[in-house]
């Protein structure tokens, strides 16, 4: 079964139960400056969780692409990606346990055709000191569904110590693995913050546990959350039914479902096959780099696969505006595709194998992406020009790395030096390791390591100053903030014109930031304008109200926003912000938007543009303050 056909069945399926379907958000974080990259199904909801009404009502469905940075390192496996889909259904307040796991096992076994007896559940523990109870009613619905098919589920009590008893099906496990929260386990949430045990659901794959006398997992009880392979995660329905108070949990008044499964782990589960990277999806990549290489999959998997994944995830990033740069969202599609360069380099494969490969990506998405084949040949130039800048790069590092071999008896290549390799002229350190073994050295590791997480914790250290904060948690500043985006955004298509249209923004209590497409830089008389046009706006005491029209209405009344095309079928509702009133002949802006936003300009204070940049190719970024 196609991914597509996935897809299809589980949208039709929520559909005929009533939820409204859409379009996948960007990869792009919407005013989030939590996070780099949507990289979860959920992550676009949650205002929506947190009780803001969703347009499309209380049901909700969609395909999200998500990307995670931080499983970079993780892929060459037969199960991690750093790009996937991952389909998701929401109950705001609506239906909850009884009808969701009742669902998604009809979709699993009846629609996808899943033998039930290759399925295994996990429910949540239960935390006595924190009077949170154990999810019984959860593990009676799995334990009713089984029995409808002949299937006797026992529950087990402590597989992760003592691995799984036969019979077992149904396995409780503690808040590390089923509660889920913004801020993970219950200790660690604040108050206000909703929460709630989860069960998810696995596919037993059979043959991949291996216990020869080398496998680190040979003396380990096997159980569906060792990770030894057999067992692979398809499916999780979380349960938002408790909120954080000052004397411990309550039941939240509304009640919430989120589920989220990976579509090509459903694909594979569906092929009966445990590697992710053998359905579909992959399939006309990895024929191209067969024609490349001459060398099979099946003898050179690992690169293989860091290749195909990173470079749909570039692909699929650089399609949503994220051009390869030394900064943000950017320095990950840089990484990603010198990364699959390096690979390439493995299996013989000297150039254009970016070009060549993202093409692939964007032919088999298109019916399901039709903007990935619109903006073909932009992504397909951004490919090729990063392949051809590394390929200088390895040229100008392998100048520096024989500096290096000066024999001093030792032959060791010091790990600062290899690092330096690796920050200044963006060598691999693999390369470093193959090359020096080549020539009789070795490369100090250990201190390469140290180097390595010195600069990873200077990294996370900037990134939690960049990115405290954020437009979730509703601040007065966060609104104020998100407020002058919108007064920002008219400003600038007012100065320089309708191409201006936001291609991502980061909103904190202490400034905000706006990324815009603009071919050249704009002059700094343009920057004032814009400055002075927003002040303006703000010293006319303008009213700002919202308005739920349809689609059609927003647009023949003059509405702008990137993400209106989530809001697809005709006669759907959108939330449109006003900055001024029309009848008044005083309105400045009109945008689609979720909110939150502050009543009257007036409440902004003075706005100051700190900083106008370039970051990439043809895309601009705005920094600026209010005082």
């Known amino acids: 079964m196609k991914i597509s056909d996935i897809r299809k069945h589980y949208l039709t399926f929520f559909a005929d139960h009533g939820h409204a379907i859409l379009p996948s958000a960007s990869l792009i974080p919407e005013n989030d400056p939590t996070t780099l990259f949507t990289g979860s199904g959920m992550q676009p909801m949650v205002s929506y969780l947190l009780g803001e009404p969703h347009p499309r009502g209380v049901r909700i469905a969609d395909s999200q692409k998500c990307f995670r940075s931080q499983d970079i390192d993780e892929v060459g496996d037969n199960r991690h990606t750093t790009f996937f889909e991952m389909l998701g259904n929401w109950s705001l307040g609506d239906y909850f346990k009884t009808e969701q796991i009742t669902w998604m096992f009809e979709f699993l076994t009846t629609n996808l055709g899943l033998d039930p007896k290759n399925l295994y559940v996990t429910v949540f523990r239960g935390n006595s000191d924190l009077n949170i109870p154990r999810d019984e009613e959860s593990a009676a619905l799995w334990q009713k569904l089984f029995a409808s098919k002949g299937i006797e589920a026992q529950i087990g009590e402590n597989a992760e110590q003592d691995g799984m008893k036969s019979g077992e099906r149904i396995f ?358 814009v400055e002075e046009l927003v002040n303006d706006t703000i010293s006319k005491k303008l009213p700002v109200h919202f308005e739920m029209l349809t689609l059609d209405e927003a647009k023949t009344r003059g509405a702008i926003g990137l993400f209106a095309d989530k809001y697809a079928e005709v006669g759907d509702k959108v939330k449109v912000y006003f900055v001024g009133d029309e009848a008044m002949g005083n309105s400045f802006s009109k945008e689609v938007c979720g909110g939150p936003h502050v009543s009257n300009t007036s409440e902004l204070g003075k706005f100051q543009i700190q900083k106008e940049e370039s970051i990439g190719s043809g895309l601009r970024r705005i920094k600026a303050i209010l005082t």
């Not at 989860?198 to 794959?205: I, K, Q, S």
């Not at 291996?210 to 569906?224: A, G, K, Q, R």
Request: with cysteine.
């Open 172 to 529: 409780y496990y503690p808040e590390k693995k089923n509660w889920w929260s913004r801020t993970g386990v219950p200790s660690n949430m604040p108050v206000g913050e909703p929460g709630g045990p989860d069960t998810e659901m696995f596919y037993d794959f059979g043959s991949e546990r291996n216990l020869h006398e080398t496998s680190i997992w040979m003396n380990e009880p096997c159980h569906v959350n060792c990770d030894c392979g057999r067992f692979v995660e398809i499916g999780n329905n979380v349960f938002m039914q408790y909120v954080k108070t000052e004397t411990g949990f309550e039941e939240l008044k509304q009640r919430n479902v989120d589920f989220g499964g990976g579509l090509e782990r459903m694909a594979a589960a569906v092929n009966g096959n445990p590697d992710v990277f053998l359905i579909d999806a992959f399939a006309p990549a990895i024929a191209e780099l067969i024609q490349l290489s001459g060398k099979q999959y099946e003898t050179h998997t690992h690169a293989y696969r860091v290749i195909l994944d990173h470079l749909r995830a570039a692909t699929f990033l650089i399609g949503d505006g994220v051009y390869p740069s030394n900064k943000d969202q950017g320095y990950f599609v840089r990484r990603l595709i010198r990364r699959a360069v390096r690979f390439a380099h493995q299996l013989g494969i000297a150039e254009n194998v970016c070009l060549k490969i993202g093409a692939t990506f964007i032919a088999m998405y298109a019916d399901t992406y039709p903007y990935m084949l619109s903006s073909q040949d932009v992504i397909l130039a951004e490919l090729e020009k990063e392949e051809k800048k590394f390929q200088q790069t390895l040229k100008q590092g392998m100048k520096k790395f024989v500096e290096l071999l000066v024999p001093d008896g030792n032959k060791i290549i010091s790990g600062i030096d290899a690092f330096d390799l690796v920050q200044s002229y963006g060598f691999p350190v693999e390369l470093t390791e193959e090359l020096a073994t080549e020539n009789g050295f070795t490369v100090d590791m250990e201190t390469f390591k140290i180097e390595k997480e010195k600069h990873q914790a200077l990294s996370r250290a900037g990134s939690e100053q960049k990115f405290k904060g954020g437009l979730a948690d509703h601040s007065d500043m966060s609104v104020k903030y998100h407020t002058a985006t919108h007064l920002l955004h008219q400003a600038l298509r007012q100065v320089l014109g309708d191409m201006v249209v936001q291609k991502g923004s980061n909103i904190t209590p202490e400034r905000l930031r706006f990324d815009f497409p603009y071919p050249t830089r704009p002059t700094d008389d343009q920057m004032k304008h």
